[in-house]
């Protein structure tokens, strides 16, 4: 083979791994995953698996706010 032609073949092989790749990272499971992963990050330490309170507490705050918003909203408008 010469140089060119071996050359031509390292470069459809790593065309081909970087397209696998692509392919997987672009799965519809692999993004799901990634995304719960990063969920669980946000609200539980990965490191000591302990829950983060702080975290915990802001959602459930802003939850608690949007309810009683829209309580108040619904309130307003009758």
Do not use: W
Request: charge should be positive; charged fraction near 25%; proline fraction near 4%.
């Amino acid at each position: 083979m010469s140089s060119l032609e071996s050359e031509i073949e390292e470069t459809r092989e790593r065309l081909a791994v970087t397209i696998d790749q692509l392919l997987y990272r672009a799965h519809p499971k692999t993004i799901v995953s990634r995304e719960v992963s990063s969920l669980k990050a946000h609200y539980v330490d990965p490191v000591s698996g302990e829950p983060r309170t702080d975290n915990i507490l802001k959602t459930v705050g802003g939850v608690v706010a949007a309810v009683a918003l829209f309580m108040v909203i619904r309130k307003v408008a009758r």
